[in-house]
């Protein structure tokens, strides 16, 4: 029986980061040839905000950040400990800069058709898979790529709730060359399982996130979190008078199990559970998620996602437990990882990147042992 032909080779659900992201690589890569792409672009309702990440050597795209810093700040439980990057540069951008970054490359090729939509359903048939638009348009493909949302059925263990301030003083109370990373420190009135980072673009300006790892089927936090703003800011930087330029809220889930693709219906970005599970920083992983894909279809004709990695899966596992039902604990064993070895060791460990033997090194300098309790593991 003749197959009826398809609207396009390939359908990208979503316009985001992971969406838009595929359609660059897909447009760089020489061995995508005439592929026709259709990218459902339904982020004009997209609510632009900063974006935190590091990285070693070059990043796949030519981005332009707003601040970068090679010496950190960090909490070790008895203070602050300063301790220089030696191979990675942490640094900051936004969304918006990252998306018109992308849209340079993706607006340039003509395999590629943008639609300003938004995807209502998805169904993954046999030979193709059809798209369905919230306003009853529908296209057929041989594969879609799906970042829209995670499964209704998934939901996180843990979700980290949080804003980042752009704040300004009267006076310079930052250094622009250090960057404080999960300070934990706790102020009178905080939580243990709050944390601060501090990322000033200039003497006078910065970025200061606050934000909580809670269960995720906890309420939502109550109040935003001027009084922690600015009670950090006092206690840190000696910081009293200064005023908030913007505000950005969100909810990043933590601990999402990758959802099984269906046939030609493949998960990507953070529905895919891409986002590393015990931090929230996603940025680069789905960078090198999309880049891999992207990969695959052109050398196949059919996009794969890169397989996760089951040491990793077992490494984050009691973390999340430790999360769930001791945040105390858990704090402790994030400044140990720090306090430790140095910090490029453990930025390589969160973006999964070590091998056995350095993760024996990491974890042999780290209290492991609270790990072992048989309820982190259910």
Not at 122 to 133: E, K, P, T
Not at 163 to 184: G, K, L, N, W, Y
Request: charged share 25%.
């Amino acid at each position: 029986m003749r197959r009826e032909p398809v609207d396009f080779d390939l359908i990208l659900a979503g316009g985001g980061l992971a969406g838009r992201s595929l359609a660059y690589f897909l447009s760089r890569h020489p061995g995508v040839g005439e592929a026709r792409i259709l990218l459902i672009d339904d982020s004009h309702h997209y609510q632009h905000r900063s974006i935190v990440y590091w990285y070693d050597g070059m990043l796949p795209l030519r981005l332009t950040p707003s601040a970068s810093y090679t010496t950190l700040a960090v909490d070790t439980g008895a203070g602050l400990r300063t301790t220089p990057l030696h191979r990675h540069t942490l640094s900051v951008t936004s969304s918006q800069r990252i998306f018109e970054c992308l849209d340079e490359v993706i607006d340039a090729d003509p395999r590629i058709k943008r639609l300003d939509a938004r995807t209502a359903r998805i169904d993954a048939q046999q030979d193709r898979v059809s798209v369905v638009l919230a306003d009853g348009r529908s296209f057929t493909a041989d594969y879609c790529c799906d970042s829209t949302a995670p499964p209704s059925r998934v939901a996180p263990p843990l979700v980290m709730t949080g804003e980042i301030r752009h704040v300004r003083t009267t006076r310079a109370s930052f250094d622009p060359s250090v960057a404080t990373f999960m300070d934990f420190r706790p102020g009178d009135s905080e939580q243990p399982d709050r944390f601060h980072c501090l990322l000033p673009v200039s003497s006078r300006e910065a970025l200061l996130e606050t934000g909580r790892i809670t269960p995720g089927d906890a309420p939502a936090l109550a109040r935003p979190s001027d009084a922690a703003a600015a009670e950090y800011l006092r206690r840190a930087c000696g910081v009293a008078d200064f005023s908030t330029l913007t505000v950005q809220r969100g909810v990043i889930p933590l601990g999402l199990r990758r959802p099984s693709s269906r046939g030609r219906h493949l998960y990507v970005g953070a529905a895919s559970g891409i986002v590393k599970a015990t931090t929230g920083y996603g940025f680069t992983r789905i960078l090198h998620q999309a880049e891999r894909i992207a990969s695959s279809f052109a050398a196949g004709g059919w996009p794969r996602s890169p397989e996760a990695s089951r040491r990793f899966r077992y490494y984050d596992k009691p973390v999340l437990g430790l999360w769930l039902h001791d945040p105390d604990a858990a704090v402790r064993f994030m400044r140990a990882a720090f306090a430790s070895v140095d910090a490029d060791l453990v930025l390589d460990f969160l973006d999964e990147r070590t091998t056995p033997l350095q993760e024996r090194t990491l974890l042999g300098s780290m209290p492991v042992g609270m790990l072992l309790r048989p309820r982190f593991w259910r």
